[in-house]
């Protein structure tokens, strides 16, 4: 942060609030979030709850800055803790910079606080008991103290505070104004006086950005590319798009249904499918395992289907609400037999956007599942982006045939034999253009065989349909230093992770590079090629099993080039831990070729 007279500008803060289920943490990181990005600041937000309904240790960060930024930072600056639990439990982000403010009604703050952190002790529920008799509004309280603290004004808390629960009914927004009241007083008390915070906002012109999840930002893309049918059953940390297509797809004519599981939402979205209809299902690991027969009948059948995995952590039901990257196995070979399928990673909700929209055109154009490999944090966390530029995005049509065109042949053959291995599709009640749709292996016509000239020739049409796809998928997006010979490879939040770690893995002197795959399946060539340039590759990633670096080994990567860089225990990489692995790496590879040296 720059300093100006004696207080810093507020360029780059990470605020984490936290408490027990309910406290309302996210409701204050919410307001501060909206409240500084109208002040012309970038924020990226991040959940930590327990993977059950109600209740437990919960806790949500926000980064405010100037700039890119795709992350958590490193270290928090500011700690809101509304109990003894929330400064034990994240005391490890703490630096002797930091400043907690502690909610001290249970008892004094737990002495596991690095030594010069500032702390700013009041009995925040005590005083909600005692004056509102709900200890419900201890966390407006709080934030009357925190907005103090960061600087902002108090008639911006007010108007931020009215915005936001106006909406509830007047009694709420005027018990909850009395309680910002309250934290204005508290703060005095305490001699953080209006415009003297730790620090000033800097003042620029707001640009307008949107506040988005990823999970909305596929919603939005598929609606962008033509989308009109979308079906799901409601699963963590997936469940965000069902919400906001039901919001909005109607408006555009569209239909998003909840279906009563995951093996009804996939085929009821094959069925929209078979209609012409631009379809698409979401899930996390356990519906996208119960989804993987209807997968397959998307590859027999060459049906278009979008499929967003919002991956967590697993196997099984596993811990819901944590992210990891663990289910690219199962999209890149999971269902049975042999079919084509793509899959892409976006990195950002503005990456989620776009690549929405390729997916949704590369199924229809294909006649294949195409999968978007996303993950909690990349799911939930809220990211400022830029307004979504709609030049250039359309929706592509397929190749469809007509009744004229029927008619002119003769015939139709929905699995005809084509140079381009793509069948024309005629939509049902098309004259002349009936055809039959099964799971079965199946001739031009669509009727079972099992000739086994015909069945090598079907399997061969439909696997070098994406042979040829390859030219057109989405290449992946190279940052850094071109001439580095220490490259990173990751996908999903990862990305913003990566790019931070470059920068403090340079001060310490060491140049690289990152590629972010933007297609993971087919393998491009622009990866392989990235890996041969290098003369080693970090793959980081959230799984146990390296998931990604087999998968691109398996494609003729070098895996004597490899290094893995894996985590899952269901906390996000932080960028100065990703940087220590990576630097105890680079400190083994040294003392290696010492050793060898000295063999020699």
Known sequence: ???????????????????????????????????????????????????????????????????????????????????????????????????????????????????????????????????????????????????????????????????????????????????????????????????????????????????????????????????????????????????????????????????????????????????????????????????????????????PLVIVDCQRSGPSTGMPTKPEQSDLNLMVFGGHGDFPRIVLAPGHPDDCFYLTVDATNLADKYQCPVFLAMDQALSQNIATVEPFNLDGVSAVPGKRVEAEDIEKAGVYKRYEFTEDNISAFAAPGTPGGMSLVTGNEHNEWGLVSTDPVNRVKMMNKRMDKIKAAKSELPTARHFGDKDAKIGFIGIGSLFGVILEAMEDLEREGVKTRYLQPRTVWPVLEDVLAFIDKCSRVYVVELNAQAQLAHILVHQGADPGKIINILKYDGIPFRPAELAKRVLGEEGRMIKKGKKEAKLQ
Request: hydrophobic share 40%.
């Open 1 to 303: 942060m720059s300093s100006n007279n004696g207080r810093p500008i507020l360029e780059d803060v990470n605020v984490i609030v936290a408490g027990q289920g309910g406290d309302g943490s996210l409701t204050v990181i919410t307001m501060l979030a909206e409240l500084l990005r109208t002040n012309g600041l970038n924020v990226y937000t991040e959940r930590d709850v327990l993977s059950r309904i109600r209740g437990g240790h919960a806790a949500a960060t926000m980064r405010a800055f100037a700039g890119d930024r795709y992350c958590i930072g490193s270290s928090i600056n500011l700690l809101v803790a509304l109990d003894e639990e929330a400064v034990e439990k994240n005391a490890r982000q703490l630096d002797s910079r930091s400043v907690v403010v502690y909610d001290d009604s249970g008892g004094p703050v737990p002495s596991v606080l690095p030594q010069g952190a500032i702390v700013y002790s009041a009995p925040f529920n005590r005083i909600a008991m005692r004056t509102m008799r709900r200890e419900l509004y201890k966390n407006s309280i709080a934030f009357g103290v925190v907005g103090r603290l960061l600087g902002l004004e108090d008639e911006t808390l007010r108007e931020t505070f009215i915005k936001h629960f106006q909406r509830m009914g007047q009694v709420i927004l005027e018990y909850n104004l009395e309680a910002l009241g309250l934290g204005f007083h508290l703060a005095d008390e305490k001699g953080i006086h209006e415009g003297e915070g730790l620090y000033r906002i800097k003042k620029t012109a707001p640009e307008k950005r949107m506040l988005i999840t990823g999970n909305e930002s596929v919603a939005f893309g598929f609606m962008v590319a033509g989308g009109r049918f979308f079906c799901g059953y409601p699963i963590t940390p997936s469940s965000e798009i069902l919400e906001t297509l039901q919001k909005w797809l109607p408006r555009c004519g569209g239909v998003a249904r909840q279906t009563e599981d995951e093996l009804a939402g996939i085929n009821m979205a094959i069925g929209a499918a078979l209609t012409g209809t631009r379809a698409m299902v979401a899930t996390s690991g356990p519906g996208f395992s119960l989804m993987q027969e209807g997968v397959g009948h998307c590859g027999s059948g060459e049906i």
